[in-house]
């Protein structure tokens, strides 16, 4: 099947976002389809759950985040930064997927 990503546009991050809408593009192309729900927890949950395959944001606070990482892992997900190594309990990109080859392969496209 052809892997269903989540996503969430900058919020008061204006200058990520030609470079988000770029990203987009790539990965509608490329995928099954982008859904944006508005809460990243709540994404994060969908991707630990099998709704999605992959996640990716720009910027995200430690908040919006904290949860659906814990929930992720548990589920045998993987989480990291965008521009690559861990995720960390701080403000910046997340990555995360069902498997560390869709990891890649989302990386590969939003890289």
């Given at each position: ?30 995928s ?51 521009e690559?190594g ?10 995360g ?15």
């Open positions: 099947h052809r892997a269903l990503i989540g996503t969430g546009f900058p919020f008061k991050t204006e200058h990520l976002l030609e470079e988000h809408s770029a990203q987009l593009v790539r990965v509608l192309g490329a099954g389809g982008v859904r944006r729900g508005g809460a990243a927890a709540l994404d994060l949950c969908y991707l630990a759950e099998g709704r999605f395959d992959a996640f990716w944001e720009l910027f995200l606070n430690p908040w919006d985040f904290a949860a659906g990482w814990v929930i992720v892992e548990e589920a045998g997900g993987v989480m990291g930064r965008v690559g861990a995720l960390a309990l701080s403000p910046g990109t997340v990555i997927a069902n498997s560390p080859s869709m990891k890649e392969a989302l990386h590969a496209l939003i890289g």
